[in-house]
């Protein structure tokens, strides 16, 4: 219940800032639509009229705050449209349908658990070459970094451009983007894992002979199991992400990237934010997935609550 609390706290803060934004943002819609239904607005200037404060219509228009929360095309949904609009595309749509939230995961959650395994694969690759191999530590790891510096919205459609020059296409070039954003966390978590046995626990491995795959087996990679884990947890939410990014330059017709573009282009912002949210909550679901592989595992290695 302690760890929950917090987590509710933040989220119903949200929730309430939400809500009173949905006013002010949405005011001019809706007094737009009541002066041309009628209902009674009364701007007092020709400028008023044009311009529409948000704040000073809601004090002089009072009666107008309920409808901002039920605009069809809102700048700002309100979250009660925005889970009806979930509700309605997750539960009320079949899943083979090109409106179903959960056809539309699966394709982005494909490419994110592909890159997410490719990228996490080479990361702990580069990390164990990096931890016992001086030239890859002086000359891999620099570049490692410098590779997240470049904007990923840049990279995405340098990347299917080219893959899709040699007849590469679908899947794998997401899964590539997936996989360059969630490599990093993992490198540097193992080669920080990796290293965290101290010099007294190496000392009494070579006091007893051990080779280094020995150590490397019995010593570093059980030392280097929480890093990983967090590394882990942090990988997979980068690599939907990147699954995302890589969807949008492409004008992708499935996944959570291209109902965004959808809600985008045809002025539906319910279609857009509904797909954000279902990204957030797959995101959080992975996370949390982890986590529970992350307590089982520690658990068993006898370094629980580490």
């Known amino acids: 219940m302690r760890s929950v609390l917090p987590v509710l706290t933040v989220i119903g803060a949200i929730l309430l800032i939400w809500i009173v934004a949905v006013v002010p943002m949405n005011m001019h819609l809706t007094a737009d639509q009541a002066q041309r239904d009628g209902l009674g607005v009364t701007p007092e200037t020709p400028m008023a009229r044009q311009d529409y404060s948000g704040l000073s219509l809601s004090i002089r228009n009072l009666h107008l705050i309920p409808l901002t929360y039920v605009q069809p095309r809102p700048r700002l949904p309100s979250p009660h449209q925005v889970a009806a609009e979930m509700w309605a595309?997750?539960?009320?749509?079949?899943?083979?349908?090109?409106?179903?939230?959960?056809?539309?995961?699966?394709?982005?959650?494909?490419?994110?658990?592909?890159?997410?395994?490719?990228?996490?694969?080479?990361?702990?690759?580069?990390?164990?070459?990096?931890?016992?191999?001086?030239?890859m530590d002086m000359s891999v790891m620099p570049w490692a970094i410098a590779s997240q510096t470049i904007?990923?919205?840049?990279?995405?459609?340098?990347?299917?451009?080219?893959?899709?020059?040699?007849?590469?296409?679908?899947?794998?070039?997401?899964?590539?983007?997936?996989?360059?954003?969630?490599?990093?966390?993992?490198?540097?978590?193992?080669?920080?894992?990796?290293?965290?046995?101290?010099?007294?626990?190496?000392?009494?491995?070579?006091?007893?002979?051990?080779?280094?795959?020995?150590?490397?087996?019995?010593?570093?990679?059980?030392?280097?199991?929480?890093?990983?884990?967090?590394?882990?947890?942090?990988?997979?939410?980068?690599?939907?992400?990147?699954?995302?990014?890589?969807?949008?330059?492409?004008?992708?017709?499935a996944g959570f990237g291209a109902r965004m573009l959808v809600g985008d282009q045809y002025g539906q912002p319910m279609v857009t934010w509904a797909a954000l949210f279902a990204a957030a909550i797959t995101a959080a679901t992975l996370v949390g997935l982890f986590s529970l592989i992350e307590r089982l595992t520690l658990r068993r290695m006898g370094i629980a609550g580490t």
């Open 89 to 135: 595309t997750t539960f009320d749509t079949r899943i083979t349908s090109r409106r179903s939230l959960v056809y539309h995961g699966w394709v982005t959650l494909s490419a994110t658990l592909l890159g997410f395994a490719i990228g996490t694969g080479l990361g702990i690759l580069l990390a164990v070459g990096i931890v016992y191999n001086r030239a």
């Open 151 to 253: 904007p990923i919205l840049a990279l995405a459609p340098m990347i299917i451009v080219m893959l899709g020059a040699i007849g590469i296409q679908g899947l794998l070039p997401k899964a590539v983007i997936s996989a360059y954003l969630s490599f990093f966390p993992v490198v540097v978590g193992m080669v920080k894992g990796l290293r965290s046995p101290d010099a007294m626990q190496l000392d009494l491995l070579r006091t007893y002979h051990a080779s280094p795959a020995q150590g490397f087996w019995k010593l570093r990679l059980p030392a280097s199991v929480p890093y990983l884990f967090a590394s882990l947890k942090i990988g997979v939410s980068a690599a939907l992400v990147g699954a995302i990014v890589a969807e949008l330059p492409t004008g992708a017709r």
